[in-house]
């Protein structure tokens, strides 16, 4: 069985960084990709960051949180990281790990066939 475990989530002042981790075991879809969502109250659940498990570090950004976000990985430990700087308020969020378990865009979360339980992140001003 995939389990995905997500940590780092907390509160934090706008301008301030936080790191999540995500931690994977049993089967993974390392073909494909390693993503991040968030869903804020009364929002749908939008993609952040992506990366691939090749070995490329092939990443891809959305538009909101391009230059302030770095995606990363670390194979050996089976852990993907989100790296999240000069957060804004509009950040807050829980903030999911998926793995891609099927061909698709990177952004499509109906091409994630696995989730973690989310970890809150939670932005002041």
């Known amino acids: 069985q995939v389990q995905l475990v997500e940590s780092g989530g907390g509160l934090v002042q706008a301008g301030g960084s936080l790191r999540l981790s995500c931690v994977t075991s049993g089967r993974t879809f390392k073909d494909y990709v390693m993503g991040w969502f968030r869903q804020s109250p009364g929002a749908e659940r939008e993609f952040v960051a992506g990366i691939s498990w090749g070995g490329g570090q092939n990443t891809y950004y959305a538009d909101s949180v391009k230059g302030r976000v770095v995606i990363s990985r670390d194979n050996a430990k089976n852990t993907v990281y989100l790296q999240m700087n000069s957060l804004k308020p509009e950040d807050t969020a829980v903030y999911y790990c998926?793995?891609?378990?099927?061909?698709?865009?990177?952004?499509?979360?109906?091409?994630?066939?696995?989730w973690g339980q989310g970890t809150q992140v939670t932005v002041s001003a």
């Open positions: 998926a793995a891609q378990t099927r061909a698709g865009s990177w952004a499509a979360s109906t091409t994630y066939g696995y």
